[in-house]
């Protein structure tokens, strides 16, 4: 489950985690976009239930320099041994650059560069190199992990994809169908033993079709028209569904963007149905070759209504011990 959940604070999130181990949920992956850092609710997590698995999908590897990245990653890991795996990926301009006045410059290479550096810094070797993109001189973790966290590269088209399968952990996959992802797959070239697959899912647990496509086609309209995810959507061959949301965003009609998304396209990328329709849909990922099936939870009529209690009420719907408990 991706975490923070909305509508809890933070201080509260001890129920939501209970909530989640109860209901079967084995792992809490947090996100770094304009709400929570991406480790707080891990490092909480971490704390107030110590058998959830902890991942980051994904801290960018702009907004912070390379050390405090890794000092970041080394306390969690210390934190949880054995339990915490790092995601990093280049994020997008809007963040980088738009938010954290940071040059969103060669993500391609500096993604490889943090990749390199971090593996080497966690293993608490002293790192003294000039990279492509930055340079380190004479840098060691003070409190390296006695167990060096798995790093994960979020990745959309084939050179970033070849470079996880080459160089990283794991690989995290993101805005793509289940049916897509043989593709992303495919580009990974031969995978070493105990590489991991994560994806994160968007999921809408509700019948209210309407609602949940209206819902879909704000969040693609939003994510799918920025560069890098347009160019992965025409890479898995949707150019000609995407066109008319493309030329509508460019000619500045926001509206019409949202209205030109087909709903088969909605419902490929934006789960929605019942607790168990959403369920089967997330296990066809997993039957396609994912290890680590991450749901993005997204607001419901019923829990906009029903608030915390109707939150929880659903992340037990959505976990398999109710399957378990209802067989």
Request: charged share 20%; net charge negative.
């Given at each position: 489950m991706t975490v923070p959940l909305g509508g809890i604070?933070?201080?509260q999130h001890d129920a939501a985690y209970a909530a989640l181990d109860r209901a079967g949920f084995t792992d809490v992956w947090s996100s770094e976009v304009a709400g929570t850092d991406a480790f707080t609710p891990l490092a909480l997590a971490a704390a107030w239930q110590p058998g959830l698995r902890l991942g980051t999908a994904i801290t960018p590897v702009f907004t912070r320099g390379p050390g405090l990245l890794a000092m970041s990653a080394a306390a969690l890991a210390e934190a949880a041994p054995g339990r915490f795996s790092l995601g990093i990926g280049a994020s997008s301009p809007v963040l980088v650059r738009d938010w954290n006045a940071v040059p969103f410059d060669e993500p391609f290479r500096r993604t490889r560069d943090v990749l390199r550096f971090l593996r080497a810094a966690l293993a608490g070797e002293t790192v003294d190199e000039a990279y492509d993109t930055f340079t380190v001189r004479r840098f060691t973790l003070e409190r390296p992990p006695a167990v060096p966290p798995p790093i994960l590269l979020a990745a959309l088209r084939p050179?970033?994809?070849r470079l996880a399968g080459a160089e990283a952990d794991g690989v995290i996959l993101n805005w793509l169908s289940a049916d897509d992802v043989p593709r992303a797959l495919a580009e990974l070239g031969e995978r070493r033993t105990g590489f991991e697959v994560a994806a994160r899912i968007f999921v809408c647990p509700t019948e209210d079709a309407a609602y949940a496509r209206a819902l879909g086609r704000r969040l693609i309209t939003s994510y799918l028209t920025v560069p890098a995810y347009a160019e992965f959507h025409r890479w898995?061959?949707?150019?000609e569904a995407f066109a008319p949301m493309w030329a509508a965003w460019a000619a500045g009609d926001r509206r019409g963007a949202s209205a030109a998304v087909p709903d088969e396209v909605v419902d490929a990328l934006v789960l929605h149905g019942s607790p168990e329709r959403c369920r089967a849909e997330v296990r066809r990922y997993a039957d396609?070759?994912?290890?680590?099936?991450i749901v993005a939870l997204l607001p419901t009529p019923e829990v906009t209504a029903g608030g915390a209690t109707a939150l929880l009420s659903l992340i037990v719907q959505l976990g398999t011990n109710s399957v378990e408990a209802s067989a």
């Open positions: 604070a933070l201080a050179g970033m994809l898995l061959g949707r150019d396609n070759g994912v290890d680590v099936p």
